[in-house]
């Protein structure tokens, strides 16, 4: 089976290389270029990967741009910064394949050297924990590293379109009764900085989007 691996991308030109280099036989890489000024979408190309444009800014918008233009049963997603190793796309997309479960996301273990803030871990946490009381999965990361069914997550209809996107997407499949599930994936030094936790209006922007989706997740229980 080839799956496609959708990956978001804004100014990763010096990431792109070992990312692209990283990915295991079977996975074709969708980089989804969202207004870089960089020439990453030039990198992406002559690398190999699929490309395409997305004009809506916002991490959601580019991830959802991806799943669209993806064509295989089962789709991946992941940062394209290097902060996770292709080479681990396996151990999330295995379990979907097998039929063991619906949707993987990849807990992330700190390696050596990778930058994840305090207060970024902590928020995680406490989403995570949200999230194990509204879906009854075993949760404690909202890992960027995901694998699900394509036609199923259009059918899950999401629609936001900034850094709410992963969450509700987790929201969605759990009302839906989906088998959710985790596997361990090394977190490791990325390139550059962190659009979301390296800013503080990054870190607001996503605590504003998330909250956004929880609210219009409880006003539609």
Sequence with gaps: MEIDVVLPCLNEAA???WVLGRMPDGFRPIVVD???TDGSAKIAAELGATVVCELQRGFGAACHAGLLAAA???VCFMDADASLDPAQLPRVSRPV???AADLVLGRRVLRPGASWPV???LGNAVLARRLRRRTGASLHDLGPMRACGRVELIGLGLVDRRFGYPLEMVL???AAGWRIHEARVDYLPREGRSKVTGTLRG???AISDMRRVLADQDGAA
């Design 172 to 174: 969605r499949a759990g």
């Design 97 to 99: 394949v097998a039929g």
């Design 203 to 205: 870190t607001l922007q």
């Design 15 to 17: 990431a792109l290389p």
């Design 34 to 36: 969202n207004g870089s």
């Design 72 to 74: 295989s049963d089962v």
């Design 119 to 121: 207060h970024a871990r």
